[in-house]
């Protein structure tokens, strides 16, 4: 994670020049396509996704500088505008998992945990557990603070961990 001073940095130098806009494609490129693939979309349509939020970020930059957030959190904030209006089918659990190199059996237990809670506890995992965001990054991409973040992770963990003991109760 960058400093706020290093980001500055990035986001200064990319206003006066274009051309300098490439460190910060190169490096949030990757956790901005794993958040489309994470969110179902195939690993062509994650790419497509993922280029169309840095052409529009490119092209909106200057109100980066009124951004708190920091960067990843504005592209972030880009890309879920892009979800929404996604069209198309939702690939299945297996090619979400393929997409983002998670395991089967991981990525069937993950499904059928983010089955069960709300959209904003699904978005929070999947931006803290795969999209390798901090709890405070998630926090700022989600327009929430920190402490709801880990309070929504702590309340689906709990959730899981007692439909699991109901299992092996045999409820």
Not at 35 to 44: D, M, Q, S
Not at 135 to 163: C, D, G, H, Q, W
Request: net charge negative; proline share 4%; with cysteine.
């Amino acid at each position: 994670m960058l400093s706020p001073g290093e980001e500055h940095d990035l986001i200064d130098a990319a206003q006066r020049n274009p051309l300098a806009f490439r460190p910060i494609f190169l490096r949030y490129f990757g956790p901005v396509f794993r958040y489309f693939a994470l969110r179902g979309a195939t690993a062509a349509e994650a790419e497509r996704l993922a280029v169309d939020v840095f052409a529009e970020a490119l092209s909106t930059l200057s109100t980066l500088a009124s951004e708190e957030r920091g960067i990843l959190p504005w592209l972030l904030d880009i890309g879920s505008h892009h979800a929404a209006t996604r069209q198309g089918r939702r690939p299945s659990i297996r090619e979400q998992s393929n997409a983002d190199g998670v395991a089967e059996s991981t990525a069937g237990e993950l499904h059928r945990l983010l089955g069960h809670v709300d959209a904003a506890t699904a978005e929070a995992l999947v931006l803290l557990l795969f999209a390798g965001l901090s709890a405070e990054e998630t926090a700022k991409a989600m327009n929430t603070s920190p402490i709801a973040v880990k309070m929504s992770l702590y309340r689906a963990v709990s959730k899981a961990e007692r439909r699991q003991w109901a299992c092996d109760e045999g409820g």
